[in-house]
């Protein structure tokens, strides 16, 4: 059974930071790529960043550049994603999700997902 749990969000002011996590069972974690996506009210299922479970490949979409930071740690089955400089354009229920193949941006791709964490940014 694999279950893909986050973690973290919750509201903050313009400017401010949230670190969120995804804690996964029920797969070999290290072997998987995870990747982080949001979704607005009305709006699409968009990608923030991934990262691959072997080479550490990490992608991020422009707006995440430079304010984003995605991470795992495989001894605690966990991913996390630092959120630094948040606007209000960034609240979204942000969702993790993992696939084994290679990494990509693409939502449909991924098989596994977490249940969603609420990040609301206010201006």
């Known amino acids: 059974q694999v279950q893909l749990v986050e973690s973290g969000g919750g509201l903050v002011q313009a400017g401010g930071s949230l670190r969120l996590s995804c804690a996964a069972s029920?797969?070999?974690?290290?072997?998987?790529?995870v990747g982080w996506f949001r979704q607005a009210p009305g709006k699409e299922r968009d990608f923030v960043a991934a990262?691959?479970?072997?080479?550490?490949?990490?992608y991020y979409t422009d707006s995440a550049k430079g304010r984003f930071t995605i991470s795992r740690d495989n001894a605690k089955n966990t991913v996390y994603l630092q959120m630094n400089s948040l606007k209000p354009e960034d609240t979204a229920v942000y969702y993790c999700?993992?696939?084994?193949?290679?990494?990509?941006?693409?939502?449909?791709?991924?098989?596994?997902w977490g249940q969603g964490t609420q990040v609301t940014v206010a201006s």
């Open positions: 999700a993992a696939r084994l193949r290679v990494l990509t941006t693409t939502p449909d791709l991924y098989n596994y």
């Open positions: 029920g797969l070999t974690f290290s072997s998987y790529n």
């Open positions: 990262i691959s479970g072997g080479t550490g490949t990490i």
